[in-house]
């Protein structure tokens, strides 16, 4: 009896040490990986990452620093994180990306949060989270002056440029072919070099977003060379990308952004950089109502 007392005491035992081993599994996985706040608690650093060329968004201004209406969310959720972890001071890391690298950098934890012109899509959700919206947007086309694109009988035959990695390149082609209209797509690398393409006679016309067309066209030298065509071909709802599964850092961001909303701490930074092109548009403000969730 005693034999078989030690026995059931042994096994107990063993059972015992199973179940805390299996207990101190994920607690060692939660510190090897605690989330992005927990890597910005240590580093005491934000790593923003921000496009240099998709004003008035997010570019980089005269002085080489990040600019735009993103970048001014984008300060506002860095306050909300200082002031979360307890931070005397937080370090803001910029680094730049591109269409072809914005989501990758996330996916990596290269940056922990890109503040640019991105699409909030399904598809990318396979990849990477979204905050809550952060503009209302729609596909249009930027035309020289002397340019007769107009509307959507003068597009046959034209020379379209777009940006490669971005929802404007596969919307422009689902419209040309719902529309049957037959036009050479000329793929570029950024609004940059779409627009000097543009400059320079090598296109028609670049597509991107109707807000980030106005914002590269008062950017450029001469700002009365450009204009908007009449054609809309997609709709566009902005938010800013953080890593998947990160449900604490998003729901931060969030939280920076509806307080913004309620506040309506928002008009300033709207006017800042849209308020030449008048009041927001109704499906903008109705997103800033929508997305000004309760506490």
């Known amino acids: 009896?005693?034999?078989?007392?030690?026995?059931?005491?042994?096994?107990?035992?063993?059972?015992?040490?199973?179940?805390?081993?299996?207990?101190?599994?994920?607690?060692?996985?939660?510190?090897?990986?605690?989330?992005?706040?927990?890597?910005?608690?240590?580093?005491?650093?934000?790593?923003?990452?921000?496009?240099?060329?998709?004003?008035?968004?997010?570019?980089?201004?005269?002085?080489?620093?990040?600019?735009?209406?993103?970048?001014?969310?984008?300060?506002?959720?860095?306050?909300?994180?200082?002031?979360?972890?307890?931070?005397?001071?937080?370090?803001?890391?910029?680094?730049?990306?591109?269409?072809?690298?914005?989501?990758?950098?996330v996916r990596r934890g290269t940056v922990d949060i890109e503040c640019g012109s991105t699409t909030a899509s399904l598809a990318r959700q396979e990849q990477v989270d979204f905050s809550l919206m952060t503009f209302v947007d729609g596909g249009g086309l930027l035309v020289t002056k002397e340019s007769n694109l107009r509307g959507l009988a003068d597009l046959a035959g034209k020379r379209i440029a777009v940006a490669s990695g971005t929802t404007t390149e596969k919307a422009l082609a689902e419209f040309l072919r719902a529309e049957f209209i037959t036009a050479q797509t000329v793929i570029v690398k950024d609004h940059a070099e779409g627009v000097t393409a543009l400059q320079d006679g090598r296109v028609d016309a670049y597509a991107s977003d109707r807000g980030i067309l106005v914002g590269l066209a008062l950017s450029a030298p001469d700002p009365t060379r450009f204009g908007l065509s009449a054609v809309a071909f997609s709709y566009e709802p902005y938010a800013f990308m953080v890593r998947r599964n990160d449900a604490a850092f998003r729901l931060l961001v969030n939280r920076a952004l509806a307080d913004l909303y309620r506040s309506g701490r928002i008009g300033p930074i709207y006017d800042r950089w849209f308020g030449a092109f008048g009041k927001p548009s109704v499906a903008l403000q109705v997103m800033y109502q929508l997305n000004a969730l309760p506490e």
């Open 1 to 105: 009896m005693m034999a078989r007392t030690r026995r059931i005491l042994r096994l107990l035992m063993v059972a015992a040490t199973l179940a805390t081993a299996m207990q101190a599994g994920p607690v060692f996985a939660q510190s090897a990986d605690g989330g992005t706040l927990a890597k910005i608690k240590v580093s005491k650093t934000l790593t923003i990452g921000y496009r240099e060329s998709s004003p008035p968004f997010s570019f980089a201004g005269p002085d080489k620093r990040p600019a735009g209406y993103s970048i001014d969310l984008c300060l506002q959720v860095a306050t909300a994180v200082q002031k979360a972890l307890g931070l005397s001071d937080l370090k803001l890391s910029w680094v730049p990306v591109s269409p072809d690298t914005r989501i990758e950098m």
